[in-house]
Each structure stands twice: as C-alpha cells, then as structure tokens.
C-alpha cells in the first residue's frame, strides 16, 4: 500500500513537472473570437487562452478573431484574422520555424543569442530573422514588412536580400528578389502592424527564458544578419 501511494505521489509529480516545462515552451496567451487547433491531421478544435501548443500544431482564426502566442526563448506574435499558421519546428536544437500557410502575423521577438534560428515560412518566401519586429502575410503573395531589427528575405530560388530598416518585400510565385525588391512600408502593412499591436499591451516580460539568456526587447538599427 505504501508503495503504491508512492508511485502515485511520483507519477502526479512527474506529470506536473511536464505540464510546467510544456507550459513554458509554447502556449496561447490571448484569444479573441474563434480560434482552432489542428493536431496531427485531425479535425479542428476549439481553443482559448491558456492553451498548450506542440510541434506541428496548426493554429487557424475565424472572422474577426486575433490570437496571441509565446514562444519560450523566443518572443511573442500575434495572429490576425482569417489566417492560418502552423508550428513546423518548435525549438529543435534552439530552431524555430513557423509557418503562415494564409493570412497576416505579427512578431515581436526578445534578443536571439549566437547560433539561435528563427524563421518564417511563407508560399514564396522565408524569412530569417534575428531579433526584430516584422509582419508577414500570405495571400496569393508573400509580404514581410520590417518596422525594427532585421530580416532576410530569401525566395524559392534561394536568392536573397536583407531589410536593415524600415521597409517591405512582396514576392509571387517564381519572382526574382534583388535590391529593387525594397518598397517603403505600406499603409496596409502600418495599418494591420498597428492593428494587431493594439489588441493588447505588449508584454515581452512575461516570456520565459532559460537562465544566462537575455530577455529584454530589442529593436537594432542596423543589420545583425550578413548581406548575401
């Protein structure tokens, strides 16, 4: 008897332990309307904030719905309505990639350290990034709208160019990218950036990070990426 209750105080301290530890890698921490979660090719579901997230989870809004997730080591975004994101690698070996399939995102990421990748997937375009604010959106074509830090923007042709200041790139499909690429910020995208940045005060403190990792926000001037 006592050593069944011991294994049942070891299994309850086990399990709290994981829900902590996947509590802190990725979850919902705001929603808004109607928010769908997609499991492994399974039907969606409804979710709400507080909502664990895993590898391969596939997020989708409704109309006039907004979610926000955290991403521990990472930072937050911010999904707009009618989109439909996916998480396809969720910190493998300090790597994380999302990718928006349709619709707009904004992200707001703390300071990356050395050997940390994030990235965006996009139909036409990736892009890479290292601690910046950017929005991205996929509708026919992709757009990555830089408004502080960085981002490479790389094509299906894997050719490349890197915005180091405020700034826009929308590709179709089988587009060159260059230099020319570079438009001035949209009033579309300040509109949607400003937009999803008001949905609620942005709180990056509340993003976890494992101990001796800066956790404060930056937004660089410069480029942190090299140019191609």
Known sequence: MLRANLLLILSVAVLFTCQRTESRLSRITFARGEIYLIRQGSSPVP???GAILQHKDTLRTGKDSYAEVMVQNV???RLSENSELNMEELQA???TIIRLDKGKAGFFLLKLIPNQQVGVKLPTAVAGVRGTKFLVAADGASKVALFGGA?????EQKQSVVIDKPGEVKLKK?????????KPLSAESIADMKKLEELLPL???KVPVDPGRPAEFRAPSGSDLKKP
Request: net charge negative.
């Open 75 to 77: 930072g937050l975004f």
């Open 93 to 95: 070996n300090d790597k």
């Open 151 to 155: 981002v490479q923007v790389e094509n």
């Open 174 to 182: 089988g587009e060159a990218i260059d230099k020319s690429s570079l």
């Open 203 to 205: 709180d990056l403190q």
């Open 47 to 49: 979710i709400e904030a």
